[in-house]
């Protein structure tokens, strides 16, 4: 069964950095791009980041670059988003997902979510 459980969330100072890992089980970790997303209070999902295959290209929303960076490590079946430079704005339920195979954008699988808090 296709699982991915995230972790590292907290509570942190603006200014602050947090890294997050996504650990996928299930399936063909590196057969499958894998992405970040998040839900803050009151606001719908939106994509943070996603990263390819084994070539490791990456995609970052405005909102996040310059200051986040995906990573994954097949051989852990695990991907990364180091946070630096936290702002109170990135307050969110933070989650991975993976994409129905054949598509690029059409996620099936999620997490159940880690919890980041900035305070300001």
């Known amino acids: 069964e296709v699982q991915l459980v995230e972790s590292g969330g907290g509570l942190v100072q603006a200014g602050g950095s947090l890294r997050l890992s996504c650990v996928g089980s299930?399936?063909?970790?590196?057969?499958?791009?894998i992405g970040w997303f998040r839900r803050a209070p009151g606001k719908e999902r939106e994509g943070v980041s996603c990263?390819?295959?084994?070539?490791?290209?990456?995609y970052y929303a405005d909102s996040v670059k310059g200051r986040f960076t995906i990573s994954r490590d097949n051989a852990k079946t695990t991907v990364y988003l180091q946070m630096n430079n936290l702002k109170p704005e990135d307050t969110a339920v933070y989650y991975c997902?993976?994409?129905?195979?054949?598509?690029?954008?059409?996620?099936?699988?999620w997490g159940q979510g880690t919890q980041v808090t900035v305070s300001s």
């Open positions: 997902a993976k994409p129905r195979y054949g598509t690029r954008y059409e996620y099936d699988y």
């Open positions: 990263i390819d295959t084994f070539n490791g290209k990456a």
């Open positions: 299930g399936y063909s970790f590196d057969d499958y791009h």
